[in-house]
């Protein structure tokens, strides 16, 4: 599939099946400790910084297994304060998102779910979240 | 007094004045050149001129300074720092909203620059974002599965008084 900004909403890549896991980093800024139980912030599944493009990024776990790669893999070096979430294909698709393949040069694995991600719809995503990969809390 | 001499000496407070958003930027100076911060990797030093503000107001500024210093891609995902017109929608909603009696919010920022307040009480959540994606701030109260979304200012200042008292501190009120 190629990118399609500016002329017109992608594709729903079907190749993508609905219990695809999609996987997303966190950053420290979009996660908080409460009770002991790590919780996602809305923030963590914002579009691109330019809200024209309407794209956030994710692997793939298809592919990701396929490259025998795990989660782990896609977090930054030495940000273990990061973690990572999982949404499936099929959750992101009962909120009007369509799943794209586009695969990079640094990550075979890239994924888009494109669509409109207003904030209550974010809110509503975090619940659809579960955690695959923990940050590590080094100081809170 | 002049609407910018009002902003400076009670940066807090609204004040009447023309013109739209200059004002805002004006107030933020006040508090900036009122407030002194010293930030570095391991210390915060703020010291006050002789004026006692409200207890929100200094973490709050000292958070606004160092989302405005996050460095580019801070997100892993292209993330930018928080830029000046959203840092002015908090400083403004907060500024008409906000009472040493209330909770303070967690200030959180978004991709694009923007900013979103979080206070999260029992059964009730209560954000403000200001982002590029929406055509203004806008306060979103969420009960359960149901969102109210009130845009700008005067959204919110027709149920002021239910807001604060959804979002005051159940610790520490004088009796």
């Not at chain 2, 409200?54 to 973490?59: C, D, K, L, M, S």
Request: charged residues 30%.
């Amino acid at each position: 599939m190629t990118e399609t900004d500016g002329d017109g909403p992608p594709e729903d890549d079907l190749s993508v099946e609905p219990d695809c896991d999609l996987y997303r980093r966190v950053p420290p800024d979009h996660w908080r400790l409460v009770g002991g139980e790590f919780e996602i912030r809305e923030g963590a599944f914002k579009n691109f910084p330019q809200p024209e493009r309407k794209r956030m990024s994710v692997v793939l776990g298809d592919t990701l297994d396929q490259l025998e790669r795990d989660p782990n893999s896609i977090l930054p070096p030495g940000r273990e304060d990061y973690g990572v979430v999982a949404l499936k294909a099929a959750a992101v698709r009962a909120e009007c998102q369509r799943v794209m393949r586009s695969r990079t040069d640094e990550e075979p694995a890239h994924g888009d779910v494109y669509g409109d991600k207003p904030p209550s719809r974010r809110k509503r995503l975090v619940p659809l979240a579960t955690w695959v990969v923990y940050p590590t809390v080094t100081s809170q | 007094m002049t609407a910018f001499a009002s902003a400076v000496s009670q940066p807090m407070h609204r004040v009447s004045y023309r013109g739209g958003d200059s004002l805002v930027s004006r107030a933020w100076s006040g508090v900036t050149r009122m407030i002194r911060l010293e930030i570095t990797d391991d210390q915060i030093i703020v010291e006050n001129d002789a004026f006692t503000l409200p207890t929100w107001v200094v973490p709050t500024v000292v958070r606004l300074f160092e989302l405005q210093r996050l460095r580019e891609d801070w997100d892993s995902y292209g993330g930018v720092p928080l830029q000046d017109r959203h840092r002015d929608a908090v400083v403004r909603f907060l500024s008409s909203v906000m009472t040493d009696d209330l909770v303070r919010p967690d200030i959180v920022p978004l991709a694009d620059g923007g900013v979103q307040l979080e206070w999260r009480r029992d059964g009730l959540d209560v954000d403000f974002v200001s982002d590029e994606e929406l055509s203004e701030p806008t306060l979103f109260v969420t009960h359960g599965d149901d969102t109210e979304e009130f845009e700008g200012l005067n959204g919110v200042s027709y149920f002021l008084h239910e807001l604060r008292d959804s979002l005051r501190s159940t610790e520490g009120i004088p009796a």
